[in-house]
């Protein structure tokens, strides 16, 4: 720019400070660095089954609905199964079925691939792609844990992760929140805040890695769902 040279060299203090300031604010390196671990720790697993609760609030007209459910995860196969509804692919075809009405629908998995809601695989690596992310603090958070069948709440050493997505007039979420763990480096909650105000909240009660998974869990089997209308949508 043809400014003077005093004004010049406070625009260039300006800038880079500004663009410092907007690059850790994209990628914050301690919020990496703890993400990189949890995504680590996941895939050093051979499978994973975990237990799950999940929560639908609205604040603004106070109600919430809750539920609970499980995943298996095994390489790109999943299974999520929830309060009479059951999402699983084999890594080519993804399968959705919901028993009150005793119907499947089967879709090619791409299609809906990076849904957070039906994919659980993407809870882990989230940040690698359309976000930034930051950590919001490090405090001590209630963290629910399965004992013997029972779900209690225990006082947890957290870091507190928030992820922006890069594009927000995209997507009907402004933040979504991660409680991660510091003794396991495990993912403890995950809070999905939308713009009307509703959350969606996840939060993992138990971790059973490597547990032994056969490959028809994550495939459809007719004779298992006697009189099931099949919808294929591929």
Not at 152 to 172: F, G, N, Q, R
């Amino acid at each position: 720019m043809k400014i003077t040279r005093l004004l010049a060299a406070f625009m260039l203090i300006t800038a880079t400070s500004t663009a410092l300031y907007a690059q850790d604010e994209t990628h914050d390196p301690a919020a990496k660095k703890v993400l990189d671990k949890v995504l680590a720790t996941t895939k050093g697993y051979q499978t994973l089954r975990a237990s799950f609760d999940w929560a639908m609030e609205n604040k603004v007209e106070k109600t919430k609905d809750t539920k609970s459910g499980f995943m298996f995860i095994k390489g790109d196969k999943y299974k999520l199964v929830m309060s009479g509804t059951e999402i699983f692919t084999d890594g080519t075809a993804l399968w959705q079925y919901s028993k009150d009405i005793n119907e499947i629908t089967i879709n090619e998995v791409e299609e809906n691939a990076e849904s957070i809601v039906s994919n659980p695989t993407k809870i882990f690596e989230l940040y690698k792609s359309g976000f930034k992310y930051r950590l919001k603090e490090e405090t001590t958070a209630s963290v629910k844990t399965k004992v013997d069948g029972k779900v209690t709440s225990t006082k947890k050493a957290c870091y507190v992760i928030d992820l922006y997505p890069e594009k927000p007039a995209t997507v009907e979420y402004h933040t979504i929140r991660l409680v991660i763990d510091k003794a396991n480096t495990q993912i403890a909650s995950l809070d999905i805040m939308f713009k009307n105000g509703t959350e969606q909240i996840i939060e993992i009660t138990e971790y059973k890695p490597n547990t032994p998974m056969p490959d028809n869990l994550f495939t459809f089997d007719k004779s298992k769902y006697p009189g099931v209308e099949i919808n294929d949508m591929r």
